[in-house]
């Protein structure tokens, strides 16, 4: 059974920083893409950022480019979300996905599975 799990949220003051992780279990993921939504109470789950299939190509909203980066740990089925110079409207629940055929996507739609979630808050 596929299963991902999100990790390294908190609360964080405005202008700071927050590592997300998200480990997947269950099989391989190098063929897919992993990718990172978000969801603040009341609204639509939102796309933030995606690598594709082995990493080939990697691909960011426009509220969250310059400031987040994704990345892979292929040898340990993770991929990770870096969040540098955290805004109060980056408060939200944050979720891992995958999408099995490997696109650089950011509709939800097209993914497979998801995590949990972790929670980010920022204050101001």
């Given amino acids: 059974q596929v299963q991902l799990v999100e ?3 908190g609360l964080v003051q405005a202008g700071g920083s927050l590592r997300l ?6 099989r391989t993921f190098t ?4 990718g990172w939504f978000r969801q603040a109470p ?3 789950r ?3 950022a995606t690598s594709s299939r082995y990493g080939g190509s990697r691909y960011y909203s426009d509220s969250v480019k310059g400031r987040f980066t994704i990345s892979r740990d292929y040898a340990k ?4 979300l ?3 110079s955290l805004k109060p409207e980056d408060t939200a629940v944050y979720y891992c996905a995958v999408d099995l055929n490997g ?3 950011g509709v939800p739609s097209e993914y497979d599975y998801w995590g949990q979630g972790t929670q980010v808050t920022v204050s101001s």
């Fill in 31 to 34: 063929s897919a893409s992993m």
């Fill in 77 to 80: 089925n993770t991929v990770y």
């Fill in 42 to 44: 009341g609204n639509e």
């Fill in 82 to 84: 870096q969040m540098n």
């Fill in 46 to 48: 939102e796309f933030v």
């Fill in 103 to 105: 696109r650089v996507s």
């Fill in 21 to 26: 992780s998200c480990a997947g279990s269950g």
């Fill in 7 to 9: 990790s390294g949220g």
